[in-house]
């Protein structure tokens, strides 16, 4: 099995795909959503924020899941054109679609005053957005990660 693995196996990972064009367009597209989220941080203290703190922030949290739903709606759109890069593209925007669900969730609650701990959808007992992350630092599109704005 060792003579197999050292010599035999393939060492391209499963994740990676070939279409180095798009991921030179997926990467400065992400650059442009976290930009976008970082100029919608908010770093006033909640105490001084009143009673609607929880509103103001869901809000701030909606703007901050556009920025990424954006993104995932063009990726969609348009995704790479090799074969495998179009279907391990497509789950990987699947797993997205469900991580945005998860954010656009944890907004609700908070405008219904249920100010609790961000929590993701797990796979395999981790986060989500470990999945996501990895896809992205395999396929050198670190700039789609993820971003860890609720997860302080």
């Known amino acids: 099995m060792w003579v197999y693995g ?3 196996a393939s060492r391209q990972a499963v994740n990676k795909f070939d279409d180095q064009a798009w991921v030179q367009k997926a990467q400065a597209r992400c650059l442009i959503a976290e930009q976008q989220r970082i100029a919608l941080a908010d770093y006033r203290i909640v105490d001084d924020l ?7 922030r869901a809000e701030i949290v909606d703007s901050a ?3 990424i739903e954006s993104f995932v709606v ?3 759109a ?3 054109r090799d074969a495998k890069g179009k279907a391990i593209v497509g789950l990987w ?7 945005i669900a998860d954010r ?3 907004a609700d609650d908070l405008r219904s005053g249920v100010n609790l701990q961000f929590s993701e959808t797990p796979v395999d007992g981790l ?7 990895t896809f992205a630092a395999e396929n050198e599109i670190t700039n789609c990660k993820p971003p860890l704005d609720l997860s302080i």
């Open 65 to 67: 899941t556009d920025t």
């Open 104 to 106: 656009r969730s944890f």
């Open 127 to 133: 986060p989500l957005s470990e999945k996501i992350a």
């Open 78 to 80: 348009n995704l790479p």
């Open 93 to 99: 925007l699947d797993d997205y679609e469900i991580y």
């Open 50 to 56: 009143g009673s609607d703190a929880t509103v103001k």
């Open 6 to 8: 050292l010599f035999f």
């Open 74 to 76: 063009e990726f969609r």
